[in-house]
């Protein structure tokens, strides 16, 4: 049964950093891909970032050159470090598992979501 763990949310002021956290646990972690969602009040959740098995990345343009998504394969871990934080950027972060990565749509398994409050 895969497993994810989120870890790294908080509350931040406007220009900040945070690194978020996805430990996973229950799967063949080095042969899928991995992401990172969020939904804010009264949204629809979007995809934030996603890598490949193979570390190739997709961005949101909303988070390009502020995020970097990046892997650990003996530490079963995907990371979101996020830089020069919005108060836009406010939401829950859900850690996905098992995109597809031809097509980046979302996979099966989901965490249980990490709380991320920017202050202005």
């Known amino acids: 049964q895969v497993q994810l763990v989120e870890s790294g949310g908080g509350l931040v002021q406007a220009g900040g950093s945070l690194r978020l956290s996805c430990v996973v646990s229950?799967?063949?972690?080095?042969?899928?891909?991995g992401g990172w969602y969020r939904q804010a009040g009264g949204k629809q959740r979007e995809l934030v970032a996603a890598?490949?098995?193979?570390?190739?990345?997709n961005y949101a343009e909303f988070v390009k050159g502020r995020f970097t998504i990046s892997r650990d394969n003996t530490k079963k871990t995907v990371y979101l470090q996020m830089n020069n934080l919005e108060p836009e950027d406010t939401a829950v972060y859900y850690c996905?598992?098992?995109?597809?990565?031809?097509?980046?749509?979302?996979?099966?398994?989901w965490g249980q979501g990490t709380q991320v409050t920017v202050s202005s």
């Open positions: 890598i490949s098995s193979d570390g190739r990345t």
């Open positions: 229950g799967s063949t972690f080095s042969f899928n891909s």
């Open positions: 996905n598992w098992g995109l597809r990565s031809s097509t980046w749509a979302s996979g099966a398994y």
